[in-house]
C-alpha cells in the first residue's frame, strides 16, 4: 500500500541549475509509485500482490492500471478519484547517476482508512506499507496487526514526521538508509542499533545492507555494479527480500523470526535487486529469479538460493 504514480525520467547531460544550459538527451515513461514498484518486483519474483492506493481519473491513471494488470498485479482496489490528476514523479538524471527527483501531489493520497477493504487484507499473507496520510498508514497497519498479518513499512522520509508513529510501531519489520536509521533512533523509541522487538534492515547504498534482529544482526556488502540510476533500488530492495523470505516461509503468522541467519538469503536477494535497480533506468524495475541469479554470478552463495 501506498503511492502509485506515472513516472518521467529525464535523461541530461548536467543536472539544471539557475541560469544554466541542460541539455535534454532522452526522455522515459512509465509506471511508478513505491507501492507500485514493490508490487511489481514482487509479481516478478513470483508472488501475488495487490496494490492500495489512489490513482487520478485521467489518460495516466488508467494507463497505470492497465501497466499494472499486465504485469500481474491486481488493481482492483485501486481508487480512482475522478476529481485529481495522477500523481507524476519527474526523475531528471545525469550520466553520472547524479538526480534530481520532482514531484507533484495529485491523487496518490486520495486513498483513506474508509477505501480499505478488511477482508482483503486480512486474506493476505503480508502487507507492505510505502506511504500514504498519517491517518490512512496507521489505519493499514494496526488493521493488519488486527487480523494477525504481518507488517513492513518503508516510511522514507516520513520516519522524521511523529505523525507516523503509530504505523511504525505497528510494523514488525522496516527498511530504511542510513540517514534514516539515525533520524528514527533520534526521534523514536526504536534504535536500529540497538537490541529491538522487531526487525530492521538498513541500507547502505553501494555497500550493502544489515537486518538487525532482536538476536543479533546480519550484513552483506552488496553488488558492484556500475550504478547509473538508483532511483528505485529501495523498492527492489524491499521487494527482493519480501519475494525470499515469503517464498522460504520466513514469515509466517507469528510474524517475523527473530534469529539473524533466516534473513541470511532475504538480504542477499534485496542486495542483488537494489544492485539491478542501481544499474537500470528508471525507477521501475523488472525482477525475477534468472535476473537474481546472474547478479550473484559465479559467488558460492548462489548456491542459497
Ligand atoms: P534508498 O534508495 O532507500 O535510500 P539505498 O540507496 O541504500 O536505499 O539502496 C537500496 C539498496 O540498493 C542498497 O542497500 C543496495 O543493496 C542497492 N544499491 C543501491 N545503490 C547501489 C550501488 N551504487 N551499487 C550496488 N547496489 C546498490
Known sequence: AGHINWDVTIH???????????RIERLEQSGGGSAANVAVGLGGLGGRSIVFGSVGGDESGALVLRELANAGVDPGHVLVDAGEATSVTYVIVDGGGELLMLANEGANESFSAADLDRDTLAAA???????????????????????????????????????????????????????????????TDIDPRA??????????????????????????PGFEVDAVDTAGAGDAFAAGFLGAA?????????????????????????????AIAAETVTARTDLSWDRVRSMMGESPESDLL
Open 12 to 22: 541530461v547531460d548536467e543536472l539544471p541549475e539557475r541560469d544554466g544550459e541542460t
Open 125 to 187: 499473507d503480508h502487507l507492505h506499507l510505502t506511504g500514504q496520510q498519517p491517518a490512512t498508514a496507521a489505519a493499514l497497519a494496526t488493521g493488519a496487526a488486527e487480523v494477525g498479518v504481518t507488517r513492513s513499512f518503508d516510511p522514507g522520509r516520513r520516519v522524521r514526521d511523529r505523525e507516523y508513529d503509530a504505523a511504525l510501531h505497528a510494523a514488525d519489520l522496516l527498511f530504511v538508509n542510513d540517514r534514516e536509521a539515525d533520524a528514527l533512533a533520534a526521534g
Open 195 to 220: 537490541p529491538t522487538d522487531r526487525v530492521i534492515a538498513v541500507k547502505h547504498g553501494g555497500s550493502g545492507a544489515t537486518v538487525h534482529t532482536p538476536h543479533g544482526d546480519v550484513s552483506h
Open 246 to 274: 515469503l517464498r522460504d516461509s520466513a514469515i509466517t503468522g507469528d510474524g517475523f523470526p527473530h534469529d539473524p541467519r533466516e534473513y541470511q538469503v532475504p538480504l542477499l536477494v534485496a542486495n542483488a535487486c537494489g
